[in-house]
């Protein structure tokens, strides 16, 4: 908390050198790892909030950014905050179109195939089939476990969504 206040005073003060950025992302790790916690133990307005924070301290640039804005989206999507859990995921849109990492893709897509099953679901469950599927060949082929598993996950809400109940509890 501390050196998160630290950076957000010497940063209104002026330009941003490397050390406060170097405080940023120190202050960054202990808020990501607690909004993960929080995550994992189904506190999704604390992992909202942490997770929030974190991303505000870590520079674009920063690898580390994507990863956390993928964290916060997919708790923002749990918390039902579909227009922040979008802003979240353009920007990993934007940072996976610009490298063109093909992981960081198909994380991006998964995440809103996951917003637009409860958004806009006309001919969803044969799109999210087809994409998660492509994806978690992608994933496994990077050795993605997370990523495998929301393959995965997306495939059983689309098996379900078709009425094909076994089909959904095996892949889940």
Wanted: aromatic residues 6%; without cysteine.
């Amino acid at each position: 908390y501390h050196l998160e206040q630290a950076f957000q005073t010497l940063r209104e003060l002026g330009p941003v050198d490397d050390r406060t950025r170097a405080m940023g992302l120190q202050a960054a790790e202990p808020l990501a790892s607690a909004g993960r916690r929080a995550f994992a133990r189904g506190d999704m307005p604390a992992a909202v909030n942490l997770l929030r924070r974190a991303v505000a301290l870590t520079p674009a640039d920063d690898a580390a950014r994507m990863g956390l804005l993928q964290d916060l989206a997919f708790a923002l999507f749990q918390t039902g905050d579909f227009g922040r859990m979008r802003e979240a995921l353009r920007e990993v849109q934007q940072a996976s179109s610009e490298s063109g990492d093909v992981v960081l893709q198909a994380h991006a897509l998964l995440l809103d195939l996951e917003v637009r099953m409860f958004t806009n679901p006309e001919g969803w469950p044969d799109e999210a089939a087809r994409e998660a599927t492509r994806a978690i060949s992608i994933f496994e082929h990077h050795k993605d476990e997370r990523g495998v598993a929301q393959g995965w996950a997306l495939l059983g809400h689309s098996n379900m969504i078709k009425g094909r109940f076994e089909t959904a509890v095996e892949a889940w």
